[in-house]
T-cell receptor, first 112, second 112 residues
């Protein structure tokens, strides 16, 4: 099925470090969403972006809707052990179907 | 708690059988999405309903069907089950078709 390219695939970082991940698409999107998923659980919505260039924060998390509307970025500052999990981006296309297409995920591991 | 309720949480069944997964969206949400997540994979879009009508279809097998009822709850029916259908099945809901989607805890289906 269709998926967005998300990078990096996985990362190991030290507690306290900042983290950056991104999501790219060949298509233009109207909406970008970022989710975090713990093993065996449902994805939890972190941030929603609706306008090109929009920069939105949620605590230590900051996400941006790329100007080209084909990419989005998520930054986590001062990571802590509970940030461990899989982060997914999701984009909603302009084609009129309104389905959300998900990225391949970034698996984050934080070393204490 | 996202407000999206999925039942059952776990389901074990034999090949060739048929099962029904149920989803109750958040109060006031009109749109329901179904996704499949195989082991350590991303989320694959199956189908979307809005206010009772099918609005988008993804890579949903012909053996699978879904519907959204007048009270807005949705059911995903999986028939002639195969071992490869074992996965987590998630339902998500949103107020409208172009607002952020909130996920349930999922149904873990194991086909033996």
């Amino acid at each position: 099925g269709q998926q967005l390219n998300q990078s990096p695939q996985s990362m190991f970082i030290q507690e306290g470090e900042d983290v950056s991940m991104n999501c790219t698409s060949s298509s233009i999107f109207n909406t970008w969403l970022w989710y975090k998923q713990d093993p065996g659980e449902g994805p939890v919505l972190l941030i929603a972006l609706y306008k090109a260039g929009e920069l939105t924060s949620n605590g230590r998390l900051t996400a941006q809707f790329g100007i080209t509307r084909k990419d989005s970025f998520l930054n986590i500052s001062a990571s802590i052990p509970s940030d461990v999990g899989i982060y997914f981006c999701a984009g909603q296309s302009t084609s009129g179907t309104y389905k959300y297409i998900f990225g391949t995920g970034t698996r984050l591991k934080v070393l204490a | 708690d996202s407000g999206v309720t999925q039942t059952p949480k776990h389901l074990i069944t034999a090949t060739g059988q048929r099962v029904t997964l149920r989803c109750s969206p958040r109060s006031g949400d009109l749109s329901v999405y179904w996704y499949q997540q195989s082991l350590d994979q991303g989320l694959q879009f199956l189908i979307q309903y809005y206010n009772g009508e099918e609005r988008a279809k993804g890579n949903i097998l012909e053996r699978f069907s879904a519907q959204q009822f007048p009270d807005l709850h949705s059911e995903l029916n999986l028939s002639s089950l195969e071992l490869g259908d074992s996965a987590l099945y998630f339902c998500a809901s949103s107020v409208n078709m172009n607002t952020e989607a909130f996920f349930g805890q999922g149904t873990r289906l194991t086909v033996v």
